[in-house]
């Protein structure tokens, strides 16, 4: 059974910092990209920031230079790390794993975390 387990959401103020965390299980985590995305209310969801199973990185234009996506395959864990935090970053945010080896496609999803920035 896969599961994703986000942690670390919460409230901060604006311009603070908040640390998620996903811990995987059921998956060989190494094998997988793995990405973090939002949804605020009423909107739809996006795609924060990914990494690949090989360490590369990408991100969304609005988080670029404030949030860090970083993995450790011995832990099975990936986090992002949030600065300089904007209300505009408030948004469930959910775990994502994802692979397509030679077009079979996994996809999984952990439960969300809330992150809420306000002052």
């Known amino acids: 059974q896969v599961q994703l387990v986000e942690s670390g959401g919460g409230l901060a103020q604006p311009g603070g910092s908040l640390r998620l965390s996903c811990a995987a299980s059921?998956?060989?985590?190494?094998?997988?990209?793995m990405g973090w995305y939002r949804q605020a209310s009423g909107k739809q969801r996006e795609l924060v920031a990914v990494?690949?199973?090989?360490?590369?990185?990408n991100y969304a234009d609005s988080v670029k230079d404030r949030f860090t996506i970083s993995r450790d395959n011995a832990k099975n864990t990936v986090d992002l790390q949030m600065n300089s935090l904007k209300p505009e970053d408030t948004a469930v945010y959910y775990c994502?794993?994802?692979?397509?080896?030679?077009?079979?496609?996994?996809?999984?999803w952990g439960q969300g975390s809330q992150v809420t920035v306000s002052s």
């Open positions: 994502n794993a994802y692979q397509d080896f030679f077009g079979s496609r996994r996809n999984y």
């Open positions: 059921g998956i060989i985590f190494s094998s997988y990209a």
């Open positions: 990494i690949a199973s090989r360490g590369s990185t």
